[in-house]
């Protein structure tokens, strides 16, 4: 069986300031690993993914994670946030291999501070 | 451009009522999935199928059914054996089972009055 912890159900930070979310997963196999934005009343929308090769992952709009399998964790960092990145963020685990459904973690808000 | 519709946005249920929940793609995806979410409690399933005519129940399927009749559609209907039902429901497909999730809906919010 695979899970997914996020320890922090909210995180308040100024703008820009640096930003870490954490999250950490558990899993007996080899793994795949996401972190999914979300603002208000809208759906998921997939902001980096870890699948194999370099542990660091970028998206577009400056996020990057790294994937830490000693730690077993897959923290989700930006140096310098902007109001909009005010939303919850998903982190997200896949087992590797054979039929097996995403686990996503309960999510951590962001908030902005201008 | 491809993507997923939910409809309606918004949906308001009586008690004792079955609803019925709109999940549209063409993307051309296989699997196909439906979410719960609560405040605090993250996302989760609630049915998902990997192909035309067969669904399988995820962790929370009581009171919910779906039918899988084409490709790309995946409609979920609640009813009213669904004791707390106000949430909001979230579609997702994949390119097939064991793949990640790369598209979401954007969601439906349920209330029961």
């Known amino acids: 069986a695979q899970s997914v912890t996020q320890l922090d159900s909210q995180v308040p930070v100024f703008e820009e300031a640096p930003v870490e979310l954490r999250c950490n997963y558990s899993?007996?196999?080899?793994?795949?690993l996401f972190w999914y934005v979300q603002y208000p009343n809208q759906g998921l929308q997939l902001l980096l993914k870890y699948l194999s090769g370099s542990t660091l992952v970028e998206s577009i709009n400056g996020f990057e994670a790294e994937f830490n399998k000693s730690q077993t964790s897959f923290h989700l960092r930006k140096p310098s946030v902007h109001i909009s990145d005010t939303a919850e963020y998903f982190c997200?685990?896949?087992?590797?291999?054979?039929?097996?459904?995403?686990?996503f973690g309960t999510g951590t808000k962001l908030q902005v501070i201008p | 451009d491809g993507g997923i519709t939910q409809s309606p946005k918004y949906l308001f249920r009586k008690e004792g009522q079955n609803v019925t929940l709109s999940c549209e793609q063409n993307l051309n995806h296989d699997a196909m999935y439906w979410y719960r979410q609560d405040p605090g409690q993250g996302l989760r399933l609630i049915y998902y199928s990997q192909i035309v005519n067969d669904f399988q129940k995820g962790d929370i399927a009581e009171g919910y059914s779906v039918s899988r009749e084409k490709k790309e559609s995946f409609p979920l209907t609640v009813t009213s054996a669904q004791k707390n039902p106000t949430a909001f429901y979230l579609c997702a497909s994949s390119p097939g089972t064991g793949t990640y999730i790369d598209t979401f809906g954007s969601g439906t919010r349920l209330t029961v009055v």
């Open positions: 997200a685990v896949l087992n590797s291999g054979g039929y097996q459904k995403v686990t």
């Open positions: 899993s007996s196999v080899s793994v795949y």
